[in-house]
């Protein structure tokens, strides 16, 4: 169950959401596909722009994020609602930040509180923001899918730099339904289906790994023992 829950906040950057077949058999089992397709916008976004830039800045340490450039959603996408001096982005990513065969993709109750540093935020992010337009201008699923893999194919996206890394230690996270807060930790970011390094997933690592073969990286996960406002995280989370 462990790499289960991995993967799936892999794919959702991070992401990203754990059981993702528990997700999947509970959205079958209702009989009415909870998240067949999207729902209106409004239901996406934090009307409320300077609790989202709040909401953002929580995925890392205030050391880092009060320096960051921070990102909003709004009816026409994404925009700088901060501008930043450290090279670090903190936004919020929604529910199509993971990938696009996910039962939870159309969640709108997704909040994904996300910091790049500046590698990740040049090379990593950039899919993300695709991903957003994409959805914006009402394209399926499929579409979704396709548009990157192209995008990637011909190096329309930029290739991920080394170092690419980003926090996602909110504990005000919503990642989905069934758990909601998954652990605080760091993801670090590697190009293509790297083979396992660091022994990570062996007993008693605080080492995760998952690959996301839609977007084409592996992610390390490193685990921390603090959410990013310094106070304690329980060790018997899922």
């Given amino acids: 169950m462990r790499k289960n829950q991995v993967m799936v906040i892999a794919l959702a950057f991070a992401l990203q959401v754990v059981y993702p077949d ?24 934090i009307s409320d722009e300077k609790s989202e830039i709040a909401l953002a800045r929580s995925a890392a340490p205030s050391s880092i994020s009060d320096g960051a450039e921070v990102m909003v959603l709004g009816h026409e996408g994404y925009k700088i609602a901060v501008k930043g001096t450290n090279g670090f982005l903190c936004i919020v990513e929604r529910s199509w930040g993971q990938s ?42 499929a579409e979704i899918a396709q548009a990157i893999a192209t995008a990637l194919d011909e190096k329309e996206l930029p290739a991920l730099e080394p170092g690419a890394m980003a926090y996602m230690m909110s504990r005000h996270q919503y990642l989905n339904d069934r758990d909601k807060v998954w652990h605080t930790h760091a993801m670090f970011f590697f190009p293509g289906d ?7 997933d062996d007993p008693n690592s605080p080492v995760m790994v998952a690959n996301d073969p839609e977007e084409r990286v592996t992610i390390l996960f490193v685990l921390a023992d603090k959410w990013s406002d310094g106070t304690a995280a329980l060790s018997n989370m899922p």
């Fill in 22 to 45: 528990a997700g999947q058999q509970a959205v079958a089992q209702d009989g009415k596909g909870a998240y067949a397709a999207m729902a209106s916008l409004d239901q996406y976004l």
């Fill in 100 to 141: 696009t065969d996910q039962a939870e993709f159309w969640n709108p109750k997704m909040r994904a509180p996300h910091c790049f540093n500046a590698q990740a935020t040049r090379s990593f992010a950039p899919i993300y923001l695709m991903k957003t337009r994409l959805v914006l201008a009402g394209k399926s699923k």
């Fill in 194 to 200: 790297m083979t396992k390094s660091w022994a990570a």
